[in-house]
């Protein structure tokens, strides 16, 4: 059974970082691609960032760029997304989604209707 777990979320100042986990069970990292994606309270989930199964190309929305990264660990079947100089618009629910499919366009990366496996998400606030 597929199963992905975010972890990491919390309160964070603004200007503050965090790392988020997503562990992945049931499938394996070189088999699907990872998407990050957010929803803020009132809004429509957006795309963030994503990492490709084979390559491990990656991808950000231009508001994240510089300030998140995300990033891999097949040994531990876990993908990151470490993020610094948050912001309060930066506040939402995190979520992670796997494909079985390449994703080395960001225009892909950041439509929801491309992924098939969600986690339950974690939430950031950054607040001060």
């Known amino acids: 059974q597929l199963q992905l777990v975010e972890s990491g979320g919390g309160l964070v100042q603004p200007g503050g970082s965090l790392r988020l986990s997503c562990a992945i069970s049931?499938?394996?990292?070189?088999?699907?691609?990872i998407g990050w994606f957010r929803q803020a309270p009132g809004k429509e989930r957006e795309g963030v960032s994503c990492?490709?199964?084979?390559?491990?190309?990656?991808n950000y929305i231009d508001s994240v760029k510089g300030r998140f990264t995300v990033s891999r660990d097949g040994t531990k079947n876990t993908v990151y997304l470490q993020m610094h100089s948050l912001k309060s618009a930066d506040t939402a629910l995190y979520s992670c989604?796997?494909?079985?499919?390449?994703?080395?366009?960001?225009?892909?990366?950041?439509?929801?209707?491309?992924?098939?496996?969600w986690g339950q998400g974690a939430p950031i606030t950054v607040s001060s």
């Open positions: 989604a796997a494909v079985m499919m390449s994703l080395r366009h960001l225009r892909l990366c950041i439509k929801p209707l491309v992924f098939a496996y």
């Open positions: 990492i490709n199964k084979s390559d491990g190309t990656t």
């Open positions: 049931g499938f394996t990292l070189d088999d699907y691609s």
